[in-house]
Each structure stands twice: as structure tokens, then as C-alpha cells.
């Protein structure tokens, strides 16, 4: 299996948009620490957030390939646990495994995140808190691209939105240097 540093060297060579890779990092950060949570592999999780959407820029206009082009290019170089983890985020497998699970939750986590962040003033992660993401939420207007039922599937796997949503500001925070935020 390849390692953090050759996952992100294939990350950069696929994908040149600078702000989906910083979603791939935010991911990858949730990931991480919802396998700490867990009590699960954080290089297995955080390997999976990381390259969820390596495929994005090439299946951006034919969505029913994303996952699997990823997979494909990904061949042998990762376990099927994190195949199977990128296929469930992106809809073309269902959602088995805690780690299917928890992907699919976290990947429009992380852009609503952002999207709280940069409606403050200082936009930055610091500025915000769990009751603001709460608050936010209800908001249909607001991040409508972040499908609100997505994140709220954190609880077929235990954690309420209010945990869930700590866990990944937590994890965001910790990268916030690298995210600009």
C-alpha cells in the first residue's frame, strides 16, 4: 500500500485545483480523526480522504464515472477497504462498512465548514464553533451544495450531528494553516 507522501504526490498530479485539494486535505483531517474516534486505522482512513476524489477533474461532466475512475487508477496501490471507501462516498457502492459510512458523511462536512468559516469577517476556522455549524444547518439557503441529509447520515454510524460536526471542526482546526483558514 502506498504511503501519506506518495498518496499526496498522486493527489498532485491528478488533481490542479487548488481549492479541491484543500478538500481533499479537510477530508482526509476528518477522516483521521473519526478513525481515532473509532478506535480504527487512521493511515487507512486518512488515505481514503485524501484521495477521494482524485478522479474529480476528469469526471467533473460525467459524474456516473467519479469513484470509479479513481479506483482504476488507483489499482493495486491501496487496500479494497479504501476502494470500497471511495466507491460508497461517491454513490457507486452502498454504504456497508463504518468507514463507507463515515466518508460519505465527511465529504460535504468539509465544504459546509469552509463555507461557515468564510461567511465571518476574519474567515477563519477559529471564528466559528458546533453551535454555529447547528445554527447553519438549518439554514437551507445557506451551502446548499452541502446536502444536508449526507451529513446528517453521522447517525446511522453513532454520532450525533453536534458530535459529528466537533469531530471535524476539531480536525479542520488542526489544518487550518494549510487550508488558509
Not at 501519506?4 to 480523526?33: F, G, P, S, Y
Not at 479506483?71 to 468507514?99: C, F, P, Y
Request: charged letters at 30%; a negative charge; hydrophobic letters at 40%.
Amino acid at each position: 500500500m502506498i504511503n501519506r507522501q506518495q498518496a499526496w504526490e498522486l493527489l498532485n498530479e491528478h488533481v490542479k485545483t487548488k481549492n479541491l485539494i484543500k478538500h481533499c486535505l479537510a477530508t482526509e483531517a476528518v477522516m483521521r480523526d473519526l478513525a481515532n474516534y473509532f478506535g480504527e486505522d487512521e493511515e487507512t482512513w486518512g488515505l481514503a480522504g485524501l484521495l477521494h476524489d482524485l478522479d474529480y477533474e476528469y469526471t467533473k461532466n460525467t459524474p456516473e464515472e467519479h469513484g470509479l475512475k479513481t479506483v482504476e487508477l488507483l489499482g493495486d496501490l491501496v487496500s479494497q477497504e479504501i476502494k470500497n471507501a471511495i466507491l460508497a462516498h461517491s454513490g457507486k457502492k452502498s454504504r456497508d462498512t463504518l468507514i463507507e459510512k463515515a466518508i460519505y458523511a465527511a465529504d460535504p462536512t468539509t465544504g459546509f465548514i469552509v463555507a461557515a468559516a468564510l461567511i465571518k469577517p476574519e474567515k477563519k476556522l477559529e471564528s466559528i464553533d458546533v453551535q454555529f455549524l447547528l445554527k447553519r444547518f438549518k439554514e437551507k439557503s445557506f451551502a446548499r451544495g452541502a446536502n444536508r441529509d449526507q451529513m446528517a447520515s453521522c447517525e446511522k454510524f453513532g454520532l450525533s450531528l453536534e458530535k459529528f460536526y466537533e469531530i471535524a471542526l476539531n480536525a479542520m482546526k488542526k489544518i487550518s494553516k494549510e487550508l488558509g483558514l
